[in-house]
Nanobody, 121 residues
Framework: QVQLVESGGGLVQAGGSLRLSCVAS????????INWYRQTPKNQREFLARINRDGRRNYADSVKGRFSLPRDNAISRENVKTTVYLQMNDLKVEDTGVYYC?????????WGQGTQVTVAS
């Protein structure tokens, strides 16, 4: 079992930055990847970024160059709390939405409750 808690959302002006946090607890050793998604009023849940257990990172084209998973992000090899950050720069109005953390644990998806990001023009 894995528990995920996101934080760091809020209201920001276009062009600004936010850093979201995802705290994962529980059976961390069994997690193969942690992902960030967002859901906007217009779209289905959209993939944004991924870190694998081996440290590889992938980004959606829509956020490449603006969003990043910091270099010190890693999925712990022990069952201790792990925090994965999503650094978001040069935010745009269309980035507004609810941002979710997702962990894949033995092929099962776990989700956090989400954190709201609102970008004002």
């Amino acid at each position: 079992q894995v528990q995920l808690v996101e934080s760091g959302g809020g209201l920001v002006q276009a062009g600004g930055s936010l850093r979201l946090s995802c705290v994962a607890s529980g059976s961390i050793k069994g997690i193969s990847e942690i992902n960030w998604y967002r859901q906007t009023p217009k779209n289905q849940r959209e993939f944004l970024a991924r870190i694998n257990r081996d440290g590889r990172r992938n980004y959606a084209d829509s956020v490449k160059g603006r969003f990043s998973l910091p270099r010190d992000n890693a999925i712990s090899r022990e069952n201790v709390k792990t925090t994965v950050y999503l650094q978001m720069n040069d935010l745009k109005v269309e980035d507004t939405g609810v941002y979710y953390c997702n962990a894949v644990f033995r092929s099962v998806d776990y989700w956090g409750q989400g954190t709201q990001v609102t970008v004002a023009s």
